[in-house]
């Protein structure tokens, strides 16, 4: 390998780790990233920034030679496939949890996939004693062998089972979280598909990356758009049971004192009623409208001048009828 590709290698790893770093400390911060969710993504960005240190760590210390260094990089390798199989893994519970398969560790793809995942671990636990796969040799340096593609394989057949998840259950996800998962299954998949044959570049590392950041971002909108919808529905639920509360004292009293009033001053009791319905055609539509009210409905001054007259031809009206009932009781006192 080259000196500008171990230099780019360099930057890309520092940038992953930057990056991913970044996305766990959004995810802790996150507001509305739901407690699920939150905890899938902080699993998914702990075994990133891992992976990409491990991957940091060998472009700094590849040109060390001495048992220990060796030794150093071939803990450093094997760290890196177990940490690339075990983010797809993840990526597989997620995908199914939010589809509403639960408990997930039973379905059937899932445990195809930790059979996969199990497999690819088998593959990198004997590569340590035939070195069929790839090897690194006494001093330092990192060689592939033909058969390396075969180690890419299960992983990939792993994210071609999370694309097909998606595909089965799409109708159960919004379509944030298809995207979300979309990007984080084909990115990756199309980086070791291409890395399985061609070595140089990190393209697995920085597109898992950058394929997490873009899923946590249409995750945080999807659960963004629940959450205000939410709170709409909340709200309007609050001014439903307002009303429901209201309405009936409200009602109650003001038809009991038309109703008086139609027996003792009927021409009142007909201008009381027509108070009353304008009153409420100004005042309880505007609580269950739905659309936004105009601002020269809302602010117009001749309207507010008659919702004030109105509203206080009421209250005076009341304050009649009762007065009217204090004398009436009084004078029957007194005779």
């Not at 360099?10 to 699920?36: C, N, P």
Request: glycine letters at 4%; a positive charge.
């Amino acid at each position: 390998m080259t000196k500008e590709i171990r230099n780019i290698n360099l930057i890309f790893a520092a940038a992953g780790f930057a990056m991913s770093a970044l996305g766990l400390i959004h995810t802790f911060v996150g507001r509305f990233v739901e407690k699920r969710a939150k905890a899938f993504f902080i699993h998914l960005f702990v075994v990133l920034n891992v992976y990409v240190l491990s991957i940091l760590l060998r472009e700094l210390t590849y040109d060390r030679t001495g048992d220990g260094w060796v030794t150093f990089s071939r803990a450093l390798f094997f760290a890196q496939g177990i940490l690339a199989a075990t983010i797809t893994i993840i990526i597989t519970a997620f995908l199914l949890d939010q589809c509403g398969i639960r408990p997930y560790k039973k379905n059937a793809l899932f445990c195809i996939s930790i059979a996969l995942y199990v497999l690819y671990a088998l593959l990198l636990i004997s590569n340590i004693f035939t070195k069929k796969l790839y090897y690194i040799d006494d001093f330092n340096n990192y060689t592939r062998e033909e058969w390396f593609p075969i180690l890419i394989t299960p992983t990939v057949f792993i994210m071609i089972i999370n694309l097909i998840i998606l595909f089965q259950n799409r109708n159960k996800i919004s379509r944030w979280q298809k995207r979300a998962f979309f990007i984080y299954s084909i990115v990756p998949m199309i980086s070791m598909m291409i890395q399985a044959f061609v070595f140089g570049v990190h393209l697995i590392a920085l597109s898992s990356v950058i394929a997490a950041l873009f899923a946590l971002t249409y995750i945080i909108y999807d659960q963004t758009e629940r959450f205000y919808k939410v709170e709409g529905e909340n709200e309007k639920l609050k001014t439903e049971i307002m009303l429901a509360q209201i309405q009936p004292h409200f009602l109650f009293n003001s038809l009991t004192t038309i109703k008086n009033l139609c027996r003792k001053d009927p021409e009142k009791a007909e201008e009381g009623i027509s108070q009353f319905t304008e009153y409420l055609r100004h005042n309880m539509d505007s609580l269950t409208i739905e659309r936004p009210i105009p601002f020269s409905e809302e602010f117009c001054i001749s309207s507010l001048q008659e919702h004030l007259l109105i509203s206080w031809s009421i209250v005076c009206l009341t304050r009649r009828a009762i007065l009217d009932r204090i004398r009436y009781v009084a004078g029957v006192v007194q005779w």
